[in-house]
């Protein structure tokens, strides 16, 4: 399978639950896809101008082809992603969670120091004490070559929808 194929398929399995843009620019760093999903939760009384509670759940997913793959350029990538995205958040009233989930592609075979430094990867961060909410940030290396995917410690529970 190649990067397009796999791209397409992904594109394919996120149409029905994301807005899906082709092509976007974080910081400096080019994504080939970028999903975007905005979930509004509210509980109201008689009618829905009588909010008692209500709460946002946001998840991107940001899928980068890599043609040359090291822990450099991957650390590179995982920092640029991360500031821009914490200089955009928006911390509504209502803000519960966002979660990123940044999909590396790689059409060549993944080093096993690579590997490793993925799955060791962890990175959230609560705004106010957890009381504006908190962001998750997770990786997903998919090595296209040895159709595997490795996934750091938040990513287990989406890997297998990431496999090619």
């Known amino acids: 399978m190649n ?3 796999y791209k397409n398929k992904i594109i394919d399995n996120l149409k029905y639950n994301f807005d899906i843009n082709e092509g976007c620019n974080y910081g400096g760093a080019v994504f080939d ?3 975007e999903s905005h979930i509004r939760n509210e ?5 829905k101008k009588a909010v008692i509670y209500a709460f946002e759940n946001n998840e991107e997913c940001l899928i980068k082809h890599l043609h040359n793959t090291s822990i450099s350029q991957i650390d590179k990538i995982i920092e640029v992603t991360k500031e821009s995205i914490l200089k955009s958040i928006q911390l ?3 803000h519960m969670s966002t979660t990123i989930t940044l999909i590396l592609v790689s059409e060549t075979s993944i080093d096993k120091q690579i590997a490793k430094h993925v799955k060791r990867y962890k ?5 106010k004490f957890g009381l504006k909410g908190w962001i998750v940030f997770r990786i997903v290396l998919v090595d296209l070559d040895n159709e595997e995917v490795i996934c750091s410690k938040e990513a287990k529970k989406v890997g297998k929808f990431y496999q090619p």
């Open 43 to 47: 509980k109201y009384v008689a009618t």
């Open 3 to 5: 990067f397009m194929q």
């Open 123 to 127: 990175y959230q961060k609560s705004f």
């Open 92 to 94: 509504t009233d209502d």
């Open 33 to 35: 896809v970028q999903a």
